[in-house]
């Protein structure tokens, strides 16, 4: 079973920031938090990962709290080209994800 | 650079039958999971291999098998299918056995009557 907690969907506006979050409160210390994102009809698409520090890259923002219990995925301008199920996956392992229901995100016009 | 390929992209077979599907990973990329993802619910993992040895397995029956080659291709073999095998069949390649940032490939759509 997945040990992440993410809400089954989200609407965005177009331009705006889209703020996905994650609930990991079991995560263990050496537990990476990664994120993928997969649009219809494709494969999963790796987005960003994080193990305690903020991280940015060219897709998205990750932020990870203090307690790292929990973290959010920012997109911070959503395209229509965004719409798509995105995984929250605590990995320390590296050879299985484990995929849970996801966020469906909507980002409309 | 080519991503990772999946061959075919739709298959469609009947009870009982057996199918193999194919992958070839990035190039120098030498591990290769594969996932199968039904209608409606996130990737399950099924294998991963790397330099041609099984290095995880999932919850699936004997029935699902695989295997790597000396060039990082892999092949997945399901044999006797059930209806509950139609799925999504997604291949992903990485580095190395330890890295979670994985490559996925198209996927092949099984279909089984």
């Known amino acids: 079973d997945a040990k992440t907690t993410q809400p089954p969907s989200m609407d965005c506006a177009e331009g705006r920031a889209a703020n996905l979050p994650c609930n990991h409160s079991?995560?263990?210390?050496?537990?990476?938090v990664y994120w993928y994102r997969q649009i219809h009809s494709q494969g999963p698409q790796y987005i960003i990962h994080?193990?305690?520090n903020n991280e940015t890259n060219e897709m998205a923002s990750l932020i990870i709290t203090e307690d790292r219990k929990s973290s959010t995925l920012i997109l911070p301008h959503a395209t229509l080209r965004d719409t798509a199920v995105y995984y929250c996956i605590n990995n320390n392992a590296g050879n299985m994800l484990t995929f849970g229901g996801g966020t469906r995100l909507m980002v409309k016009p | 650079d080519a991503g990772v390929t999946q061959s075919p992209t739709h298959l469609i077979k009947t009870r009982g039958q057996h199918v193999t599907l194919r992958c070839s990973p990035i190039s120098g990329h030498k591990s290769v999971s594969w996932y199968q993802q039904v209608l409606g619910q996130g990737p399950q993992f099924i294998f991963q291999y790397y330099e041609k040895e099984e290095r995880g397995r999932g919850n699936f029956p004997d029935r699902f098998s695989a295997r790597q080659f000396p060039n990082y291709s892999s092949e997945l073999n399901v044999n006797a299918l059930l209806l509950g095998d139609s799925a999504l069949y997604l291949c992903?390649?990485?580095?190395?056995?330890?890295?979670?940032?994985?490559?996925f490939g198209p996927g092949t759509r099984l279909l089984v009557l």
């Open positions: 994080g193990l305690k």
């Open positions: 992903a390649s990485s580095l190395s056995s330890g890295r979670a940032t994985q490559y």
């Open positions: 079991t995560i263990s210390g050496n537990e990476y």
